[in-house]
């Protein structure tokens, strides 16, 4: 009769030193900086700097590009392609864009652009850090690996 009990008080988490598994903090695009945008430019919200450092879940769109960089790829809130010989050093990239990281053992790797919402979840950063190509990213997800393996989103129809 102890084997039911501790599979309940197990699946409960009900253990002592058996501390649960932390689930990813659901963030979206819009938890990013405060609004209305004050007079001292883009600030981050408070949810924003307490997930940073964690593990979070985000749902967002892959931003289509001419020259895809190893190792990473864009996120944004909207679908959006980036012509970068047209732009230049300029983009139409939203401020809330995400830069996502692939690991270590994977930074060789070109992802292809997947169209849709993707769920991806990561350890969350934030903060300027400027890549080899000399682009500043403010935020970044490092995803861990087989995340884009994952199946697209389920995200809700936008109100239009």
Known sequence: ???????????????????????????????????????????????????????????????????????????????VSMAEHADGEADDLPAATVTVLLPEAQRERFVAHQGGPLALTGRLEYGPTEDETGRVSWIRLHVAPGALAAKPATAAPHPH
């Not at 009769?1 to 819009?30: D, I, K, Q, W």
Request: glycine letters at 8%; zero cysteines.
């Open 1 to 79: 009769m102890r084997l039911p009990f501790l599979l309940l008080a197990a699946a409960l988490n009900l253990l002592p030193g058996v501390a649960p598994a932390a689930a990813p903090v659901e963030l979206s695009f819009s938890d990013f900086f405060a609004q209305p945008i004050g007079p001292r430019g883009l600030e981050p919200t408070e949810k924003l700097k307490a997930a940073v450092g964690h593990e979070v879940r985000l749902i967002g769109f892959m931003v289509q590009r001419e020259q895809p960089q190893a190792g990473q790829f864009f996120l944004t809130p909207r679908p």
